[in-house]
C-alpha cells in the first residue's frame, strides 16, 4: 500500500470485476477513486495498472474532494471517446440574450428559430437540422411547419416588447424614430394576388415577386416595429399606417417622424401635420420650381458647411439646404458620368430604358435629342442637400435638423444587417401566414442583434465569432460509461464584455 491508498478489485452484480482504489478512515472503508469494470483478464490487467498508476501519483495523502467539494474524476486516454462537439454555450447566450429583448415568453420553438437567424440563417428544414447537430435540441419538421404561422398572432406583443427593451436598456426617449422600406425577394416567378407581386425592386430581382417591409427604428437603430406590404405597393404610401399603429400603441409618445425623399407627398405631410406630428423628410430639389432653385443659388454660399433655410413656395414647412465639397464632387463626377452616358447613346439613337438628359424632339418625336435645360438645373444643385421640416429653428437648431436625418443610415444598416447576416432574403414561404412569420422571425432576431451591437459595439458577425469559439467537448470513458464535458477558453468573451450583459439577472 502506498500513501494510505489500496487497489481493490470485487466482483459486481453484472459478473465485471471492479477495480478501485480504496482507503480506511477511522475504522471505515471510502471508495476514493473507481477505476473501471473488467470483463476480460486483458482488461483487468490494464485497470490494475491504471489504478497503480493513480496510485503513485500522489505523493501525500490523497484528497477526497477537490475545492468545489466534487469528487476527483479520472479518464484513461485510452478509453476516451470524443461523441460530439456541441456549442450550447452559444445557444443559452443568444437565449439569454432574447429574455433581455422581452421575448423569453414565447415557446421555445419560436426563440430557437430566431436565434439561428443569427447564427447560420438557412432553410427551416435545414435549421431544424442544425439545432440537433448543435444545440441537440430536436424539433419534428411537421411541427415546425405547423406552428410557424401562428407565430403572427404574437405580432403586437413582441413588438411591445421591442418598445419596452429600447425604453429600459437604451433609455430611449422617442422623441426621433426613423422609417424607410425596403424589398424582399421569392425564390419564384409566380405573383399571387394580395401579397406577393412584381414591382420596383431594391434587390434587382424585377422579374421576380417580392414584398415590401416597412421598418420603424430608434435612433441607434433598434427596430419598433415593422410592416408587411403588398410588392407593388408605393412606398411613400406605407409610412402614415406604420405611423399610426405605433401611436395607437404608445399614446403617450409622439417622436420626430424621419424619412427620405420616397415618403414626401404633399398627403404624407399634411397628414402628419394636422396629427400634430414633427418630421424630417428629404427633399427632392431637383423637381423643385426653377425661381426656388434660383432663391438657393442667391443665398446659399458655395462653402464646405453652409447651411440657410428658406420657407417652401406654397406650403407650410422650411426647407433647409446645405453645401458639401465631398457631395460637390461625388454629384459631379456621376453628373459627367449621366451626361457622357446621355451623349453616347444619343449618337446612337438608343436609349432603351430611361436615360438622365435625353428627351424626345419636340419635332421629331422619334428623335433624341440632349436636354440642355435639365443639364443646367442639375449643375446648378451640385454639392446641395435639402431637408423639408416643419421643426421651427427656436424648437431644433438647423443643424441638428441635418444630423437628425443623416441618422437614417441606422435603418439603412438594420435593412443590411436583416438581408446580410440574418439573410431575410430570399423568400421561400408562399402562404401569407408564413411568409409574415418568417419575417417576424427576422425582426426578432434583429431585435437580438441590435441589442447585442449597441450593448458591445462590436459587429453582429463579431459578436457571433466569441460565442461560436466556445465549444464543448464531449467525451465518454468506454469502460464506465461516464460522461465528461470540457469546455475551451472563455478569454475571448469575457474580454467583450457579453459576459456581463448577457449573465442572468
Request: hydrophobic fraction near 40%; charged fraction near 25%.
Amino acid at each position: 500500500m502506498r500513501n494510505g491508498l489500496k487497489i481493490r478489485i470485487i466482483k459486481t452484480a453484472s459478473g465485471a470485476k471492479a477495480v478501485q482504489l480504496i482507503c480506511y478512515t477511522n475504522g471505515r472503508r471510502v471508495v476514493v477513486q473507481h477505476i473501471g469494470s473488467a470483463h476480460t483478464k486483458e482488461e483487468l490487467v490494464m485497470l490494475y495498472n491504471q489504478a497503480e498508476q493513480v496510485r503513485s501519483n500522489f505523493g501525500g495523502q490523497l484528497p477526497l474532494f477537490t475545492e468545489n467539494g466534487s469528487a476527483i474524476k479520472l479518464i484513461h486516454a485510452d478509453h476516451m471517446h470524443l461523441t460530439a462537439v456541441t456549442h450550447r454555450f452559444a445557444y443559452e447566450a443568444l437565449r439569454s440574450c432574447g429574455k433581455r429583448c422581452g421575448l423569453g415568453w414565447l415557446a421555445p420553438i419560436y426563440q430557437d428559430l430566431a436565434l439561428m437567424r443569427i447564427i447560420e440563417p438557412v432553410s427551416k428544414l435545414r435549421t431544424i437540422e442544425l439545432l440537433k447537430r448543435y444545440f441537440n435540441v430536436l424539433y419534428a419538421e411537421r411541427t415546425v411547419y405547423r406552428l410557424l404561422p401562428k407565430l403572427i398572432n404574437h405580432k403586437e406583443k413582441i413588438e411591445i416588447a421591442a418598445y419596452q427593451t429600447a425604453c429600459a436598456h437604451f433609455g430611449e426617449s422617442f422623441a426621433l424614430v426613423l422609417y424607410d422600406v425596403t424589398t424582399l425577394y421569392f425564390e419564384s416567378h409566380e405573383p399571387d394576388d394580395e401579397l406577393r407581386a412584381r414591382g420596383f425592386s431594391k434587390d434587382d430581382k424585377s422579374k421576380q415577386p417580392q414584398i415590401i417591409i416597412g421598418l420603424l427604428v430608434t435612433s441607434q437603430g433598434f427596430p419598433l416595429m415593422h410592416e408587411v406590404y403588398k410588392g407593388n405597393t408605393f412606398e411613400g404610401h406605407t409610412m402614415l399606417n406604420v405611423v399610426k399603429l405605433f401611436q395607437r400603441n404608445h399614446e403617450h409618445t409622439k417622436p420626430i417622424i424621419v424619412a427620405d425623399a420616397a415618403m414626401l407627398s404633399r398627403e404624407n405631410l399634411e397628414t402628419l401635420e394636422k396629427e400634430g406630428y414633427k418630421y424630417i423628410v428629404s427633399a427632392r430639389l431637383a423637381n423643385a420650381s426653377q425661381a426656388f432653385i434660383e432663391s438657393i443659388i442667391a443665398t446659399l454660399p458655395r462653402k464646405d458647411g453652409s447651411i440657410i433655410r428658406l420657407p417652401a413656395p406654397n406650403n407650410s414647412y422650411d426647407v433647409i439646404c446645405t453645401y458639401s465639397e465631398k457631395r460637390d464632387q461625388k454629384d459631379r463626377w456621376q453628373f459627367e458620368k449621366q451626361i457622357a452616358r446621355a451623349k453616347t447613346l444619343i449618337a446612337r439613337q438608343e436609349t432603351g430604358k430611361r436615360v438622365k438628359f435625353v428627351k424626345k424632339s419636340n419635332h421629331r418625336k422619334s428623335i433624341f435629342i440632349f436636354d440642355e435645360a435639365l443639364k443646367v438645373k442639375t449643375e446648378k444643385l451640385l454639392g446641395i442637400k435639402g431637408y423639408c421640416t416643419n421643426i421651427t429653428e427656436d424648437i431644433l437648431p438647423d443643424q441638428a435638423i441635418v444630423t437628425y436625418y443623416h441618422d437614417l443610415w441606422r435603418v439603412e444598416q438594420a435593412f443590411r444587417m436583416s438581408k446580410t447576416d440574418l439573410r431575410t432574403r430570399p423568400i421561400f414561404h408562399y402562404t401569407h401566414d408564413a411568409i409574415k412569420a418568417h419575417v417576424l422571425l427576422c425582426f426578432m432576431a434583429l431585435m437580438m442583434g441590435k441589442f447585442l451591437e449597441i450593448k458591445t459595439g462590436l459587429s453582429l458577425q463579431r459578436v457571433r465569432d466569441i460565442l461560436w469559439d466556445v465549444h464543448e467537448a464531449n467525451i465518454v470513458d468506454t469502460l464506465t460509461g461516464e460522461c465528461l464535458t470540457l469546455q475551451t477558453n472563455l478569454a475571448a468573451y469575457q474580454a467583450s464584455g457579453l459576459h456581463e450583459i448577457l449573465k442572468p439577472h
